[in-house]
């Protein structure tokens, strides 16, 4: 069965630091991945995702994310976090073809200190 | 404009009893999913619809549990005889297509408690 792992529960930092949040996936065949936020009190948005072609994908609010396929990862990153990033982050894949069903990671919860 | 709207947003109900939530897509969204998260957890898929059909029902735990979206649009998740275990939050999200290329909307979920 499809599976996803998000290695970190809870990080916390500090403003201007720099973010990587660890996503791993089980699955052998073609996928495609996604990062979801939850602000607080907020709903679930799309941040990025991640089909085809150049790796590196930009998503809003300057994060981006490196789909390495021998690795079977899809870590976000962002260069320096604001206090606004404070959220819940979940990886998500989706492994069928004509289907948009997603297997999310657990989350993880990020703490950006002013 | 509007996005996806569920009701009610928290519903607390005694173990044994038959409760139902309800889900507005967005407006011409033909893609309807719904998703169970549990605390601590990610989002657990549970069944989704393309139009009026249960494209896959997989994800649905037991056959306590029943959705159905009758006309295409609005979608009732149905659960007989509540167990303490089915205590979670349930998220819609609609879409306008099924694949995975078509980005999902996530309503803002119904917080189900069983006591």
């Known amino acids: 069965a499809q599976s996803v792992s998000q290695h970190n529960h809870h990080v916390i930092l500090s403003e201007a630091a720099s973010l990587e949040l660890g996503c791993n996936y089980s699955y052998g065949g073609t996928v495609n991945l996604f990062w979801y936020v939850q602000y607080p009190g907020q709903h679930l948005q799309l941040l990025l995702k991640?089909?085809?072609?150049?790796?590196l994908v930009k998503g809003i609010k300057g994060f981006e994310a490196e789909f390495i396929k021998s690795k079977f990862s899809f870590n976000l990153r962002k260069p320096s976090v604001q206090w606004s990033d404070t959220a819940e982050y979940f990886c998500a894949v989706n492994a069928q073809e004509n289907t948009g069903k997603l297997i999310f990671g657990q989350g993880t919860t990020l703490q950006v200190k002013p | 404009g509007a996005g996806v709207s569920q009701t009610p947003s928290n519903k607390v109900t005694e173990k044994g009893k038959y409760v139902e939530l309800r889900c507005d897509p967005i407006s011409g969204h033909t893609a309807l999913y719904w998703y169970r998260q549990s605390l601590g957890q990610g989002p657990e898929f549970l069944i989704y619809?393309?139009?009026?059909?249960?494209?896959?029902d997989s994800g649905l735990p037991n056959d306590r549990f029943f959705a159905v979206r009758p006309e295409g649009s609005v979608s009732t998740l149905k659960i007989q005889r509540t167990e303490r275990g089915d205590s979670a939050v349930y998220l819609c999200a609609s879409s306008l297509g099924v694949s995975a290329d078509y980005e999902q909307y996530f309503g803002p979920g119904t917080r189900l408690t069983v006591t």
């Open positions: 991640y089909f085809s072609g150049d790796p």
């Open positions: 619809f393309q139009g009026t059909g249960a494209a896959d």
